[in-house]
């Protein structure tokens, strides 16, 4: 049996799941604490399918701005701001990925970067690729985001790299990865389906005898607690999305790596929203899971256990001066549970915040809606 199977399997229903996937309470109802901040002007994150050519450009040229940044230096290979992003997710990968954390924690990660492109002058808010209308292409490379003049470039030619020749991106270098490697690497992708449409991949995990992931998509919106919902959401138009992105160097671990990287998780943030929506007083400040991966499982999506994983999926462990920097997990917790104190961390470029701050996208630390 595997790895799913065996958590999947131990319920009748997904309402088990918050003692299956997430194994711990869920809190519920509204977080104290808010900034006192009013959020009178919510930016609009848009789909990139809509947007007109000038404000594409702006986005990209932003974003070469932070490439072109110095990052960190305290931080290990970090040479530019985009590197810092990088080293600030690959520090933290195994405690923001198959655990409560991982929505609230990328959408404060997106705000994040929402900082650093506005200190670039970027004006608007992050666009989101719309992999849901996007299910609809025949090829996921005839996505517009992958246009070599308005977009971020289609992909390579040649293997196993396939570094991308065309493009906004083409020379550019990134100093951190595969998983805790630090070496120098291309932006790489290479394309074979359409995973936003092709569900196979995830064998039908989650929607029994559905392969269209907008189908199971829309299933997740339709559950009604966050450990089902978020776990969904995790294991499907998550997963398929970083597979559709074809990204050859989007392990879990430096996937940022990627420049759609952000466009992305903001259609993922945009689904926990809407699922938030349906019942904010409910949903809004719902929060509950493990704050680390369970050694027994390790990531969802992956074969074998965390000692397995390191060992023959990842091939490679943190050296001495990574490993003093990556979180214990349960800061702001005070148990293995994660709550509304929990703390993120970007080692220093912002103040920490906690995770009741990113709950509400316009609850005023985040002031930003999606359209």
């Known amino acids: ?222 559950l009604t607690t966050w450990a089902e919902a978020s776990t969904c959401i995790y294991l499907t138009p998550h997963v398929a999305g970083h597979i559709g992105m074809g990204s050859t160097r989007g392990d879990p671990f430096t996937s940022p790596t990627e420049p759609l990287f952000y466009l992305h998780h903001a259609y993922i943030d945009k689904l926990w929203a809407d699922w938030q929506a349906q019942n904010p007083a409910a949903r809004t400040y719902a929060i509950g899971g493990r704050n680390t991966q369970d050694p027994a499982v390790g990531f969802l999506e992956l074969p074998g256990d965390m000692a397995f994983e390191e060992e023959f999926v990842f091939q490679s462990e943190p050296t001495p001066e990574q490993a003093a920097l990556v979180p214990a997990g349960d800061e702001g917790d005070n148990g293995p549970n994660v709550t509304l104190n929990h703390e993120f961390t970007a080692y220093g470029r912002i103040p920490l915040a906690r995770a009741r701050q990113v709950m509400d996208t316009k609850g005023g630390y985040l002031c930003y809606e999606y359209v």
């Open 1 to 222: 049996m595997t790895k799913i199977s065996r958590v999947f399997a131990l319920a009748a229903a997904l309402a088990c799941l918050a003692e299956v996937a997430l194994a711990s309470p869920v809190v519920e109802g509204k977080g104290k604490g808010h900034s006192p901040k009013k959020c009178k002007k919510p930016a609009k994150r848009r789909a990139w399918h809509t947007l007109g050519n000038k404000d594409k450009k702006a986005y990209i040229d932003a974003q070469l701005c932070v490439m072109a940044k110095p990052g960190n230096p305290a931080l290990p290979g970090v040479r530019t701001l985009f590197d810092e992003m990088v080293s600030i997710h690959q520090l933290q990968t195994l405690t923001i990925h198959s655990t409560g954390t991982f929505l609230p924690w990328h959408r404060w990660y997106l705000d994040l970067h929402e900082r650093n492109l506005r200190d670039c002058g970027f004006k608007g808010g992050i666009p989101y690729w719309d992999e849901y209308h996007e299910a609809a292409l025949p090829l996921v490379a005839s996505s517009s985001v992958f246009d070599p003049i308005t977009g971020f470039g289609s992909e390579g030619t040649i293997g196993p790299e396939y570094c991308l020749t065309d493009g906004p991106f083409a020379n550019y270098t990134n100093a951190i990865g595969p998983n805790w490697n630090i070496t120098d690497g291309c932006i790489g992708r290479h394309h074979v389906f359409n995973p936003l449409r092709d569900a196979s991949f995830v064998d039908a995990l989650i929607l029994p005898n559905a392969t269209d992931v907008r189908a199971q998509t829309d299933y997740c919106l339709s």
